[in-house]
């Protein structure tokens, strides 16, 4: 496996090199690059499901799921291009989400049940 933020360093860099645009452009067209991707995954979707009906079966949910990590992609990408600490923001957001999410997960299954003898939690 590749080492992946390094694949993504060396993608902001190409993409950084090969434009004259003005930083707040690239920018700005690279996060629009998001939502153009999440439309592909949506057309794939429908075309895994059968739903247009000029297409039919025109996707497999093989082919959604190489859409979802284009979306997860051009995401890193864009934070990279954002911030060159992009690996060091991604980490302290997922540690963010995992306190605020999973830590409830972590306790005790009856940590949080009230004594019936005494009134109290735990």
């Given at each position: ?11 902001a ?5 090969h ?8 920018v700005?067209l690279?996060?629009l690059?998001?939502?153009e ?6 057309e794939?979707?429908?075309?895994a499901?059968?739903q ?8 497999t949910?093989?082919?959604v799921?190489?859409e979802?990590?284009?979306?997860i ?7 990279a ?9 991604f980490a ?24 019936t ?6």
């Amino acid at each position: 496996m590749t080492d992946t933020w390094k694949t993504i360093s060396r993608l902001a860099e190409f993409l950084e090199d090969h434009s004259t645009l003005p930083r707040e452009q690239r920018v700005l067209l690279q996060l629009l690059k998001i939502q153009e991707e999440a439309g592909e995954v949506a057309e794939a979707v429908i075309g895994a499901m059968g739903q247009n009906p000029r297409k039919g079966h025109s996707h497999t949910w093989d082919d959604v799921k190489a859409e979802i990590c284009d979306v997860i992609v051009t995401g890193m990408v864009a934070l990279a291009r954002m911030d060159p600490d992009a690996q060091a923001v991604f980490a302290r957001h997922m540690d963010r989400i995992a306190s605020r999410d999973l830590a409830a997960q972590c306790e005790p299954a009856d940590a949080g049940a009230v004594n019936t003898a005494t009134g109290q939690r735990g």
